[in-house]
């Protein structure tokens, strides 16, 4: 077994779970396999990627993927040109796999809707959803069509709703649900009473993505307190930004620095990475099956890491999964 840390990459993972081996060739795949570790890829495999845009996370994972004979992707975005040159890139690796496009807007809880009809229709069984898409520290308050944060929206509202529409066609095939998440959640805690910042009065733009990233490692608790037994869920701290900029964000967010220094501690660091070490971790949690029994777990660097007490808190999950239903007006896992 490898020894995984900040310089694995998503090839490297690849190699190790998803590539040629001696060793008995796995009846789900083309790839001869070593029995004991590696991961027996199916060549039926469905995964699912949100914010999938040329040049990002979601984009380099995919194409990671692509080299080892999966059966369907299906790519979710709002702006089709900016996935179309992902789809030709895939397309060029492989062009056995099957490639679909969903119009998927994150703000907008009717097209989240809609975007889950598209893509059961498309796929019975989905193997892996990898909630990628998001957007960071806007520094102009800003409210969803459905009159929520933006941060709020995008990092966790929208994919909770998508996540919980699909959880007939995960648990169909005991897929995997990847939440991309960053360090960043150490930010600020999730503000359930007031996620609009008093109508964007007390509004900053650091602490509402560090609201929306605790919001994530809360909603990846919460589906498998709910959802355990049908399907596994994971959380990745993904380090892409340049290590000043995220500090920025800590000196902004001010109480949480405070809080940090008032405690001892240092402001956590941040270590710039390339895109192929950027989804290694995913690419990991979507490909070792030693992982499923460890689920919920928060990733890092492919390892497992403990999160931060707040951002576990049971009782801080049942709130954020009560405020998630009332803001898209639906309620699930009961």
């Not at 060793?23 to 999938?52: D, E, H, Q, W």
């Not at 030693?290 to 660097?301: H, I």
């Amino acid at each position: 077994m490898a020894v995984h840390n900040i310089e694995t990459t998503g090839k490297d993972i690849i190699a190790e779970y998803g590539g040629n081996a001696k060793g008995k060739t796995c009846k789900f795949t083309k790839l001869a396999l070593a029995r004991s570790s590696l991961y027996c890829f199916p060549n039926s495999i469905a995964v699912l990627v949100t914010g999938p845009s040329d040049g990002g996370i979601g984009a380099e994972l995919l194409t990671t993927l692509a080299a080892v004979e999966p059966a369907h992707f299906i790519l979710a975005g709002r702006n089709e040109a900016k996935i179309t040159p992902v789809m030709k890139k895939i397309q060029a690796i492989n062009p056995n796999v099957k490639l679909t496009f969903v119009e998927l807007d994150l703000l907008e809880n009717t097209s989240v809707r809609a975007a889950a009809e598209k893509i059961k229709a498309a796929v019975q069984g989905i193997d892996v959803l990898i909630n990628n898409a998001g957007v960071m520290a806007r520094q102009q308050f800003g409210l969803s069509k459905d009159g929520v944060e933006i941060h709020f929206a995008a990092n966790h509202l929208g994919h909770f709703l998508l996540t919980n529409l699909l959880v007939d066609n995960l648990a169909k095939v005991n897929g995997v649900v990847i939440n991309v998440s960053s360090m960043a959640y150490t930010l600020a805690e999730v503000n359930t009473e007031d996620p609009n910042f008093n109508d964007g009065k007390d509004y900053a733009a650091w602490v509402a993505y560090g609201r929306s990233k605790t919001a994530n490692v809360l909603f990846t608790y919460g589906l498998a307190a709910r959802y355990g037994d049908k399907f596994s869920s994971f959380l990745l701290a993904n380090s892409v930004v340049d290590p000043e900029f995220l500090g920025e964000g800590f000196k902004l967010s001010g109480s949480r620095t405070a809080k940090f220094a008032a405690e001892g501690k240092e402001i956590p660091p941040t270590v710039p990475v390339s895109m192929q070490q950027s989804v290694a971790t995913a690419l990991m949690a979507a490909l070792d099956p030693s992982l499923k029994a460890k689920s919920p777990a928060f990733l890092k660097e492919c390892n497992i890491i403990e999160p931060l007490p707040y951002a576990t808190d049971k009782d801080e999950v049942l709130k954020l999964w009560a405020v998630s239903e009332k803001l898209v007006g639906e309620k699930f896992g009961h």
